[in-house]
T-cell receptor, first 114, second 116 residues
């Protein structure tokens, strides 16, 4: 079975500050890991993904994440927060055993203050 | 259309009514997934199809939930005798390849179901 745990249901940062959203995974097989963003009343948008290869992956809007097998983590970071980054962020895991269906975390709501 | 579409976008049902939610995947996409997102929660997997074959329905919460994709394109999620706990946003996603290889899933906007 595969699962993810997102630490912190709400994170608040100041505009211009570092964004760090935490995600730990559990998987018995090499995982495929994802971060999605959901703006209010909108669908899910893929920010970035790790499948194989380079463990530091860059996504859209200046976000990046690093796959750390030893820590079973896939934390999402952005050096400088913008007001427009305020949204709900979901970490997810999948793999071939489940037909690549996604198992999502509970989400982290990011608030950006002026 | 260019993306995944779902209809209706909003549905209000009285408890005990049957509902049908439609998903139109991106043309040519082989795989189709349904997820349920309760308020304040992450999406949870319900079922997936490869063409018309339903390969996994382990996430369907009860036998009141039924999904089909008879021609390998449009899919319908049906909920019989709706209950208040069925209130959620139902998300559909499609991907180009079959479920033996990874391809990005593209999500529709969802159908928000409210059961009174």
């Amino acid at each position: 079975a595969q699962s993810v745990t997102q630490l912190g249901s709400h994170v608040s940062v100041s505009e211009g500050a570092l964004v760090l959203l935490r995600c730990n995974y559990s998987s018995s097989v090499p995982p495929y890991l994802f971060w999605y963003v959901q703006y209010p009343n909108q669908g899910l948008q893929l920010l970035l993904k790790y499948t194989t290869g380079a463990t530091l992956v860059k996504g859209i809007n200046g976000f990046e994440a690093e796959f750390k097998k030893s820590e079973t983590s896939f934390h999402l970071t952005k050096p400088s927060a913008h007001m427009s980054d305020a949204a709900e962020y979901f970490c997810a895991v999948s793999g071939p055993n489940s037909g690549y269906a996604l198992n999502f975390g509970k989400g982290t709501s990011l608030l950006v203050t002026p | 259309g260019a993306g995944v579409s779902q209809s209706p976008r909003y549905k209000v049902a009285k408890r005990g009514q049957d509902v049908a939610l439609r998903c139109d995947p991106i043309s040519g996409h082989v795989s189709l997934f349904w997820y349920q997102q309760a308020l304040g929660q992450g999406p949870e997997f319900l079922t997936y199809f490869q063409n018309e074959a339903q390969l996994d329905k382990s996430g369907l919460p009860s036998d009141r939930f039924f999904a089909e994709r008879p021609e390998g394109s449009v899919s319908t999620l049906k909920i019989q005798r709706t209950q208040q706990e069925d209130s959620a946003v139902y998300l559909c996603a499609s991907s180009l390849a079959g479920t033996r290889t990874y391809n990005e899933q593209f999500f529709g906007p969802g159908t928000r179901l409210t059961v009174l």
